[in-house]
């Protein structure tokens, strides 16, 4: 199985920072790789799918990138609706896997 | 617009058994592959299994395998999972959610039902 790694765990960061999430897999999946956020009590949301597609309806802020193992989220300025705890996850094989989840909290 | 609807949760005893379903909407149900995730409480997210439209290809999670089957139903626009033997590592929030455009990423999520195995 893959194992997909996510760091930090946590982050704190203010309205306006530019916030990088990393997604390492244990093995090359080329670009499949997704990026998910989630709200407290609320059903995941797809941000980016394909490593660096933006899906319909998401902010330009977010943007993805990387390829094979190493994979990044960027956001490029934090906004109060952005609080919230984002995975990473692969579509290369099942079982589909995913990260173990990075918060982003309000500093 | 796609809607995702979950059901059949609830409070079960260790070695018993619970079906959910999923009502999908707003979509032709049959094109696409669905997919559970599961949610235990404080947790991340975890595959559980994934069907094909047609039913021919199912894919399951090691953890659940030989306990849980995912089926569907294309004439009712449903989607299910039958959990048998449940054991306390089962309880979650359990997601239904759809592919897109048949690549395991997951574009449409239902809202979740509980699951909960305690004695």
């Known amino acids: 199985d893959i194992q997909m790694t996510q760091s930090p765990s946590s982050v704190s960061a203010s309205v306006g920072d530019r916030v990088t999430i990393t997604c390492r897999a244990s093995?090359?999946?080329?670009?499949?790789l997704a990026w998910y956020q989630q709200k407290p009590g609320k059903a995941p949301r797809l941000l980016i799918y394909g490593t660096t597609s933006l899906q319909s309806g998401v902010p330009s802020r977010f943007s993805g990138s990387g390829s094979g193992t190493d994979f990044t989220l960027t956001i490029s300025s934090l906004q109060p609706e952005d609080f919230a705890t984002y995975y990473c996850q692969q579509a290369n094989s099942f079982p589909n896997t995913f990260g173990g989840g990075t918060k982003v909290e309000i500093k | 617009e796609v809607q995702l609807v979950e059901s059949g949760g609830g409070l079960v005893k260790p070695g018993e058994s619970l079906r959910l379903s999923c009502a999908a909407s707003g979509f032709t149900f049959s094109s696409y592959n669905m997919n559970w995730v599961r949610q235990a409480p404080g947790k991340g997210l975890e595959w559980v299994s994934s069907?094909?439209?047609?039913?021919?290809?199912?894919y399951y999670a090691d953890s659940v395998k030989g306990r849980f089957t995912i089926s569907r139903d294309n004439a009712k626009n449903s989607l299910y999972l039958q959990m048998n033997s449940l054991r306390a590592e089962d309880t979650a929030v359990y997601y239904c959610?759809?592919?897109?455009?048949?690549?395991?990423?997951?574009?449409?999520w239902g809202q979740g039902t509980l699951v909960t195995v305690s004695s």
């Open positions: 959610a759809r592919d897109l455009s048949n690549v395991e990423y997951f574009q449409h």
């Open positions: 093995q090359d999946i080329s670009s499949w």
């Open positions: 069907i094909s439209g047609s039913s021919s290809s199912m």
